[in-house]
């Protein structure tokens, strides 16, 4: 009875690295989704997937890139960190567009 | 642009009182509305929604109100309790015309005893 796991659930990158966050989900859901959140701006979209093999653009998908091999998977990769990239991410995934989000605890990852 | 805002970052209510916390839209096509509630170092969790075709969902403690033409629904909680403590976030399916939910900044509920 998982859900959503995420992987690392701490990061701390130097400026310049890149890491990938791993997020799995084992109820055979669609939809999924990776959020950041920081202080004052609620839970902002990042990227997102409708299905095994497609990924589209959020709300902020600058520096980031999104990938779903699988149907389970979604992989959120930063290519080289940023300061500004430091938040907490969560991923989320749904049966349905709508509603019925399940997150995961969440990642969080500092960038110095 | 901001489509959905809650412009108190924190409200702090007496235990066994009525906390009320609000929320504000700007695009009229949403029809569908929903409550999350989270706690530290876990995910957000839904916790109550609303249809646009109504004014008001209850469940147990939790009420929901909306008021379409100002834009604005807000959420009950009667009595308040302690484990009621935690980050609460609108929401509504409406990024870019897209279904994906979209989020306030969400408003930090402390219930004292």
């Known amino acids: 009875n998982a859900g959503v796991t995420q992987t690392p659930k701490f990061r701390v990158l130097k400026t310049g690295q890149s890491m990938t966050l791993l997020c799995a989900q084992d109820m055979n859901h669609e939809y999924m989704y990776w959020y950041r959140q920081d202080p004052g701006m609620g839970l902002r979209l990042i990227h997102y997937s409708v299905g095994e093999g497609t990924t589209a653009k959020g709300e902020v998908p600058d520096g980031y890139n999104v990938s779903r091999l699988k149907k389970q998977n979604f992989l959120l990769g930063l290519e080289s960190a940023a300061p500004s990239q430091t938040s907490v991410y969560f991923c989320a995934s749904s049966y349905t567009e709508r509603g019925g989000y399940t997150f995961g605890s969440g990642t969080r990852l500092t960038v110095v | 642009d901001q489509q959905v805002k809650q412009n108190s970052p924190s409200l702090s209510v007496q235990e066994g009182r009525i906390s009320i916390l609000n929320c504000d839209y700007t695009?009229?096509?949403?029809?569908?509305f929903l409550w999350y509630k989270k706690y530290p170092a876990e995910g957000p969790t839904f916790l109550i929604s609303?249809?646009?075709?109504?004014d008001k969902n209850e469940d147990g403690r939790f009420t929901v109100f909306l008021n379409k033409s100002a834009k604005h629904l807000s959420l009950h909680i009667v009595p308040s309790q302690p484990g009621d403590s935690a980050v609460y976030f609108c929401a509504a399916p409406g990024f870019r015309g897209a279904q994906k939910l979209v989020f306030g900044q969400g408003t930090r509920l402390t219930i004292n005893p």
């Open positions: 695009n009229s096509m949403f029809d569908y």
């Open positions: 609303i249809s646009s075709i109504k």
